[in-house]
């Protein structure tokens, strides 16, 4: 057991620090205030290959383990969580078809996805139908060799600027007409209609929307799996993507603790740093302990999905839950030692703790999380 970080882990957390700096850094609080899709960014992402590194090398990806998109999450994530929905955006929506699609399918679509000359998005919610993904009420029926789409995504992420979308449908057994789950790989055409774009407290730099499927068509040649696999397939995308989350939590978290820590040193009260007191210190101990566990639970989740671990599923929501609760608690505190200007605009703590709110509700909220946990302590039957 070695808890460094190998050479190579190593070279990516540098090289995605680098791009960070150059690109991100100076631009994370523009971003929060005129929000919109930092397209830029996007493309120095794809130079770099940083949007590459979900995706399996035979498919113009780098081949990067989950562990490897924890380390590079984290690391965007210290500067802007909006910038690093670009990649952890691209590896949702493009994940049911590295996990689910045949080779032809994935010679259609992954490569484009890898260089990043076309974006993905994760169509799985609906009004009616967040927690509850059974459900869903978008049907897809069949008319020669396509489906056609109606129905209502709404808080999809990129439903604006995506041009593919893994879409989560019923489709109808023709014989037994029972409704099953299915997944499609639904591409941007006549049918799919933005209806409405989100206003959010925080990522303001990633676009959330809602979309109206008016008789969207989707080649059959566009299903994933079987009928009646989508539901497996959502949730095998989801054990994979938690983890993400997990690490976007936890780079907001250290960057709000490293911010608070440098204000500690600085700042003066009665003429002595406020870092002096004990009562300060004790706040920033607690969120570097706090930090620290995530990072172990968070990293520990990753590597268990790496090498199929049975309990993957359970690790995954351990860390999206505890990660991202964490993070509230971190940023929060790190605006208390910060005082008046942790509530103010001059320090970019007030921003991460509106981004960090997201996260104890995406990808499943937190209190799905704790189910998914104990179902899988508690076996069959619950
Ligand atoms: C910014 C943003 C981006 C998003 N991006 C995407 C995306 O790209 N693709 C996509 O498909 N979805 C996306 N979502 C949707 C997100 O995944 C859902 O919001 C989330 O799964 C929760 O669903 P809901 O909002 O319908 O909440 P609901 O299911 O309506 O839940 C409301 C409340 O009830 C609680 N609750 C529900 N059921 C239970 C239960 N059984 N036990 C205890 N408590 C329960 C929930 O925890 C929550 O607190 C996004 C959401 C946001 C805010």
Redesign the pocket.
């Known amino acids: 057991m070695d808890f460094e970080l190998d050479k190579d882990l190593l070279a990516l957390k540098e090289s995605v620090q680098k791009v960070v700096q150059e690109t991100v850094a100076a631009r994370a609080g523009e971003l929060d205030e005129i929000g919109g899709y930092p397209w830029d960014i996007k493309e120095a992402f794809a130079e770099n290959k940083i949007l590459a590194i979900p995706f399996p090398k035979e498919y113009g990806g780098t081949g990067g383990t989950a562990l490897q998109m924890c380390i590079a999450t984290e690391e965007v994530s210290k500067a802007s969580c909006s910038v690093a929905m670009i990649l952890t955006?691209q590896c949702?929506?493009s994940a049911a078809i590295t996990i689910a699609g045949t080779e032809e399918q994935k010679q259609r679509f992954l490569p484009d996805l890898a260089s990043g000359k076309t974006l993905a998005?994760?169509?799985?919610?609906e009004p009616d139908?967040?927690?509850?993904v059974a459900s869903l009420q978008t049907t897809a029926v069949r008319d020669g060799d396509d489906y056609v789409v109606t129905g209502t995504?709404?808080?999809?992420?990129?439903?604006d600027i995506a041009d593919v979308m893994t879409l989560?449908v019923k489709t109808v057994d023709p014989n037994t007409k029972e409704k099953k789950v299915s997944c499609l790989v639904a591409e941007k055409g006549p049918g799919w209609i933005v209806s409405k774009l989100?206003h959010?407290i925080g990522?303001k730099g990633?676009t959330?929307t809602e979309l109206f499927l008016d008789g969207l068509r989707v080649p059959v040649k566009n299903l994933l799996g079987k009928e009646g696999d989508g539901f497996k397939i959502a949730m095998q995308v989801l054990d994979k993507t938690r983890t993400t989350i997990a690490a976007q939590a936890l780079g907001m978290a250290q960057s709000a603790l490293d911010c608070a820590v440098q204000f500690a040193r600085e700042h003066l009260e009665g003429g002595k740093p406020i870092g002096r007191k004990q009562g300060i210190q004790m706040k920033l101990a607690d969120m570097e302990m706090k930090t620290q566990a995530a990072r172990c639970i968070s990293l520990f989740a990753a590597d268990r999905y790496d090498h199929h671990d049975p309990n993957q599923s359970r690790y995954s929501s351990c860390a999206k839950a505890f990660a991202t609760d964490m993070a509230m608690e971190v940023i929060g505190a790190a605006i208390q030692v910060l005082g008046e200007y942790g509530y103010t605009k001059q320090y970019p703590v007030e921003r991460m703790f509106r981004d960090a709110k997201?996260q104890q509700?995406?990808?499943?909220?937190?209190?799905?999380q704790r189910?998914v946990i104990a179902r899988s302590l508690l076996g069959k039957g619950f």
């Open positions: 955006g949702l929506g998005a994760y169509g799985l919610t139908a967040g927690s509850d995504k709404r808080f999809i992420t990129y439903g989560f989100e959010k990522i990633s959330t997201v509700i995406y990808e499943g909220t937190n209190e799905i189910i």
